[in-house]
C-alpha cells in the first residue's frame, strides 16, 4: 500500500499530461509575481466624449503619462474582435461576430474557434497568426490574466479572451463569467459590477504578470443603439413620433457619458492598488463609436514606469500623437522584458508644454478632416489635369487656326486666356496642398477659402511674368521644393495627413516623403534643373558636371533615413537623374563641340561613344547594387520591403519572392483598374503618344529648340517606369512623377503660338 502511495504524483502527472490544458497555470508557467503591466480596455469612447465627461482618475493619468491616436485598420472590418486579434498578432486581423466567444476553462479560458480564426487569417494579404502574444508569454514564463467581458441578454460577447490567447486559443488565468456582472432593467440587460471586478482584480494580480481588462458597460450601450433603426426603436419602446428618436439617441449620449463616469471611478480604485513607479498601465480604446467607425482611430494612454509625460510615438509611424495596431504588441512584450525579434517599439516623447484631452481631439479633427476632404480634392485635381490634356490636344491639333483666329476673334483670346491660368492653377496645386495643411484650418470652410486664397494670390504674383514660361514654370517648382525639403527637416509637419499626401487614417504611410509627394518633388527637381540648364545653355564653361551635387542632393532627400525615407524612390531618382545628367552632357557636347565631337583628333572612332553609354550604366547598375546592399544590411535604418527582397534571394527563398511579386502585380493591376490616379496617367500617355505621331510634331520642334527640357523629360519617362516596378502603389507614383514634366510640356506648347 505504502509503495502503492509514491505511485500517485506520477499517474497524477500523467493525468496532467494525458489531459492536456486542464489547469493552464500548472506546468506551463512559472510566474514572477511581479505585475509588470496592466490594460483597460473603454471601447465604442470617442475623444469629444472624454472631454466631455468628469473623468478626474483619467486626467490624473493624462498628466502624468502620454497619449496618442491609434490606427486601428484591421485586415477586415473594424469591430471589437478584429482588432483584438490584431492587437495579439501584431499584424493586422481579420474576425468575425462568430468568433466573440470565451468559454471558463479550468482557471483560465479558451476561444474554442481558434482553428476557425487561424483558417480565416490565412487567407489575407496579411498573413497574421492569431495567439502570437500569448505564445510569447508562456515562452518567456509571463503569466497573463483576462477580466470582464461585454455580455448582453441573449449573447455572449467575450473578445478580450481573442486579445490574450496563445494559438491554441487558451488563456491561462481568467474571470470572465456571469459572477462579474449584474442585472439591469436597460434593454441590454446586463452591466459590469466593478465592485467584483477590483475583488477578482486583487486576486489576479497575485500571481499575473500582465492583466487586461474589458470594462463592457460603454460597448453595450454603443451595440445597442447602433443595433436599431428608428422603426424598431419606436416599436420596442413606445415613442409615438419619428422624431423623437433623436432624443432616444441624445439620451443614449447620457448613458454613455455616465458609464465613463463609473469607468472612471474604478480607475481609482485600480489606482489605489498599483504602484506606477513599477507597474504600466494602459487605458484604450481599441474599437471607435459606430459613427466613426470608418476613420478607423482609437485611442491610447500610457502611464506608469518609464513613460515621460506626453505624446505616444512609435518606430513605425515615427509621428508624436500617432501608433498603430500592430505597435500595441510591443508595448506588452517591452513591459514583460521579451525580445521577439521586431524593430517595432512605442516610446513617449516629452511635450513642449502640459497636453490635455483637447490637444488630442484637435489632432483628431484635424485627421480626419483632411481625410474627408482628401478624396474630393483628388478628384477635382485630376478632373482638370485631364480637362487641360483635352483642351491642350484640341489646341495642338488645330493651333494654326487658333493661332490666326486668337489674333482676330476677341472671344477665342478670352478662352487661350482662360485655358493659360487654368494650366497655372493645376501646376501650383501641390503647393497649396501642402500650405493648407498648416495649423489653424479646423473647418472645411476654412480649408476650401484659403486653397482659393492662396490660388488667387499665386495667379496675380505670377501675372508679372506672364510671357516668361521658363521663368513662371521655374518659381512654381522652386517654391515646391523649397517647401517639401524644410518639411522634411521640420518632422514632416505639412506633408503629414496632406490633401495630396498620404493619410494616418488609410495607414499605408505615416513618415518622411510618401509616393505621392515623391513624384511630384522629383518631377519638378528634373523641369528645374533642366530649365536652369536653358537658362545657362550660352555659357560654354557651365558644363553639366555644376549640375551633379544637386542631383545627389535630390537624391538624399528622398531616400534619406531621417529624411524622405523612401528607398524606392531613392532608386527611381537614381535612373531619372542618370538619364538626365547623359542627355544633359549629350546636349551640352552637341552645343558647343559640334556633332562630329568624337570623329576629332581625341577619338578615333564612334567606340568613344559607346565607351561613354556603356560608362553611365555601369555607374548607375553599381550605384544602384550599392544601395540595395546597404538597405539589405540595415545601415540605412529600418530594412525597407526592397531589402527583404534582396534577403530572400540571397537565401533562396524563391516562394517568398514569387509571392511577393504576385502580389505587386495584384496591387498594381488592380490600382490601375480601380485608382483615379490610372485615368490621368493613361491620358497623359496618350497624348504624349500622339504628340510624337504629329505629321509636323510639336513637341519634336519644341524639344530641338529646348535640349535640356527634352534630358529632363526623357529622365521622368525612365523614372516613371521603374517606380511602377518597385513600388506598391506604382500607378500613383508614376502619374505624380509625369505631372509636371507634362503639365509643363503643355504650358509651354500652349505658349509657343
Known amino acids: ?36 503591466n496592466v ?9 469629444s466624449e472624454l ?32 482588432t483584438y486579434l490584431s492587437l495579439n498578432a501584431g499584424k493586422r486581423c481579420q474576425g468575425s461576430k462568430l468568433t466573440q466567444t470565451g468559454e471558463v476553462y479550468g482557471r483560465g479560458a479558451r476561444n474554442e474557434e481558434i482553428a476557425a480564426l487561424l483558417a480565416l487569417n490565412q487567407h489575407t494579404d496579411y498573413k497574421a497568426e492569431p495567439g502570437l502574444l500569448g505564445d510569447l508569454a508562456r515562452e518567456n514564463n509571463v503569466l497573463i490574466a483576462v477580466l470582464g467581458n461585454s455580455d448582453v441578454k441573449g449573447r455572449k460577447n467575450r473578445s478580450i479572451v481573442s486579445l490574450a ?3 491554441d486559443g487558451f488563456v491561462p488565468l481568467a474571470r470572465i463569467d456571469g459572477s462579474i456582472l449584474k442585472e439591469t432593467a436597460e434593454p441590454w440587460g446586463y452591466e459590469s459590477d466593478f465592485q467584483a471586478y477590483l475583488e477578482a482584480f486583487k486576486e489576479l494580480k497575485k500571481e499575473a504578470n500582465t492583466i487586461f481588462i474589458e470594462t463592457g458597460n460603454i460597448s453595450r450601450i454603443e451595440d445597442y443603439f ?34 465613463l463616469e463609473r469607468i472612471d471611478a474604478f480607475l481609482g480604485s485600480l489606482l489605489n492598488s498599483l504602484d506606477l513607479e513599477e507597474t504600466q498601465l494602459v487605458v484604450l480604446s481599441l474599437t471607435p463609436p459606430v459613427p466613426e467607425r470608418s476613420y478607423r482611430l482609437g485611442w491610447i494612454l500610457l502611464a506608469g514606469r518609464e513613460v515621460k509625460s506626453g505624446w505616444l510615438a512609435s518606430t513605425s509611424t515615427r509621428r508624436a500623437g500617432f501608433i498603430t495596431i500592430a505597435d500595441l504588441l510591443s508595448v506588452f512584450t517591452a513591459a514583460n522584458g521579451i525580445d521577439y525579434g521586431t524593430d517595432s517599439l512605442v516610446y513617449s516623447l516629452k511635450a513642449e508644454s502640459q497636453l490635455d484631452w483637447s490637444v488630442l481631439s484637435e489632432l483628431y479633427r484635424r485627421t480626419v478632416l483632411i481625410y474627408r476632404l482628401r478624396s474630393p480634392y483628388i478628384k477635382t485635381f485630376i ?44 501646376l501650383v496645386q501641390p503647393v497649396n496642398a501642402l500650405l493648407v495643411s498648416l495649423p489653424g484650418f479646423e473647418t472645411e470652410y476654412y480649408l476650401l477659402f484659403f486653397l482659393l486664397f492662396f490660388l488667387l494670390l499665386e495667379l496675380i504674383l505670377l501675372q508679372g511674368y506672364t510671357g516668361k514660361r521658363f521663368l513662371q514654370l521655374y518659381i512654381i517648382t522652386t517654391f515646391l521644393m523649397l517647401i517639401i525639403t524644410v518639411d522634411l527637416f521640420n518632422n514632416y509637419r505639412l506633408l503629414a495627413d496632406s490633401l495630396l499626401g498620404y493619410s494616418s487614417i488609410i495607414g499605408a504611410r505615416y513618415y518622411g516623403l510618401g509616393n505621392e509627394y515623391m513624384g511630384f518633388y522629383l518631377g519638378a527637381f528634373l523641369i528645374n534643373i533642366g530649365i536652369s540648364m536653358e537658362f545657362w545653355k550660352e555659357k560654354r564653361n557651365l558644363t553639366p558636371v555644376y549640375s551633379l551635387p544637386f542631383f545627389f542632393l535630390m537624391i538624399y532627400m528622398i531616400g534619406g533615413v531621417n529624411l524622405g525615407a523612401n528607398f524606392g524612390g531613392m532608386l527611381t531618382a537614381v535612373l531619372a537623374s542618370a ?35 556603356w560608362l553611365f ?29 534582396v534577403e530572400k534571394l540571397l537565401t533562396g527563398d524563391w516562394q517568398w519572392l514569387k509571392g511577393t511579386i504576385l502580389r505587386k502585380l495584384k496591387m498594381n493591376l488592380s490600382l490601375l483598374k480601380w485608382t483615379i490616379w490610372t485615368r490621368v496617367l493613361l491620358a497623359m500617355m496618350a497624348y504624349l503618344v500622339y504628340l510624337q505621331k504629329k505629321p509636323v510634331p510639336p513637341l519634336q520642334e519644341f524639344f530641338t529648340r529646348h535640349p535640356y527640357i527634352k534630358a529632363s523629360f526623357q529622365g521622368a519617362l525612365f523614372g516613371s517606369l521603374l517606380t511602377m516596378l518597385v513600388n506598391d502603389s506604382g500607378v500613383v507614383a508614376a502619374a505624380t512623377l509625369l505631372f509636371y514634366p507634362v503639365m509643363s510640356l503643355l504650358y509651354c506648347l500652349k505658349a509657343e503660338d
Open 579 to 613: 538619364v538626365t545628367y547623359y542627355q544633359f552632357t549629350e546636349s551640352w557636347r552637341e552645343s558647343f563641340c559640334g556633332k562630329d565631337y568624337y570623329s576629332q583628333e581625341r577619338y578615333s572612332s564612334r567606340q568613344g561613344l559607346a565607351r561613354k553609354k
Open 1 to 36: 500500500m505504502k509503495k502503492n502511495m509514491f505511485l500517485l504524483p506520477v499517474l497524477f502527472l500523467l493525468f496532467l499530461g494525458v489531459t492536456g490544458r486542464a489547469d493552464p497555470v500548472s506546468g506551463d508557467f512559472l510566474s514572477t509575481g511581479k505585475l509588470n
Open 617 to 645: 550604366i555601369v555607374t548607375g547598375l553599381f550605384l544602384i547594387s550599392f544601395l540595395l546592399l546597404l538597405d539589405y544590411l540595415g545601415v540605412m535604418g529600418r530594412r525597407s520591403h526592397i531589402g527583404l527582397a
Open 39 to 47: 490594460w483597460v480596455i473603454i471601447d465604442q469612447v470617442s475623444l
Open 226 to 259: 447602433a443595433s436599431i433603426g428608428k422603426e424598431d426603436f419606436n416599436k420596442a419602446n413606445g415613442v409615438k413620433a419619428r422624431e423623437d428618436f433623436s432624443q432616444a439617441v441624445k439620451k443614449g449620449k447620457e448613458y454613455k457619458l455616465t458609464a
Open 383 to 426: 478632373f482638370f489635369q485631364i480637362v487641360a490634356i483635352f483642351l491642350s490636344f484640341f489646341y495642338v491639333s488645330f493651333r494654326k487656326r487658333i493661332g490666326t483666329a486668337w489674333r482676330k476673334n476677341r472671344l477665342v483670346g478670352i478662352i487661350s486666356d482662360i485655358f493659360t491660368y487654368l494650366l497655372i492653377a493645376i
Open 165 to 167: 490567447m496563445d494559438r
Open 51 to 82: 472631454e466631455e465627461a468628469s473623468t478626474p482618475h483619467l486626467d490624473y493619468l493624462q498628466k502624468r503619462g502620454a497619449f496618442s491616436l491609434i490606427n486601428v485598420r484591421t485586415a477586415g472590418v473594424v469591430e471589437a474582435e478584429s
